[in-house]
């Protein structure tokens, strides 16, 4: 098991930028793979991006493409999310998630999660 912890969430201004981090402690995979999802109230938990354990490959929804950049330090344990030009509608609880080898898009398919960071984004 992989135990994740997420931090930097809070409250910004439209137009703004926050630095989300999610550090991984415990038992780690050799390749392993950390997605963000969000999830907003009334809404299904969506993935928002992901990165392999190399940092070679990403894959963003395509409502962030531009705008999110994710990153990974691994001698630190930590991936981070970057997101600029933040819009109120980015608002949710913000989840990291980790799974062996691939990034996929399912919710089900990550082994461990991590406990969620508000992100909110005034008008």
């Known amino acids: 098991q992989v135990q994740l912890v997420e931090s930097g969430g809070g409250l910004v201004q439209a137009g703004g930028s926050l630095r989300l981090s999610c550090t991984a402690s415990?038992?780690?995979?050799?390749?392993?793979?950390v997605a963000w999802f969000r999830q907003a109230p009334g809404k299904e938990r969506e993935f928002v991006a992901g990165?392999?354990?190399?940092?070679?490959?990403?894959d963003y929804a395509d409502s962030v493409k531009g705008r999110f950049t994710i990153s990974r330090d691994n001698a630190k344990n930590t991936v981070y999310l970057q997101m600029n030009s933040l819009k109120p509608e980015d608002t949710a609880v913000y989840y990291c998630?980790?799974?062996?080898?691939?990034?996929?898009?399912?919710?089900?398919?990550?082994?461990?999660w991590g406990q969620g960071t508000q992100v909110t984004v005034s008008s």
């Open positions: 998630a980790a799974r062996p080898r691939f990034i996929t898009t399912a919710r089900n398919d990550y082994r461990s």
């Open positions: 415990g038992r780690t995979f050799s390749t392993y793979v």
């Open positions: 990165i392999t354990w190399s940092g070679t490959i990403t």
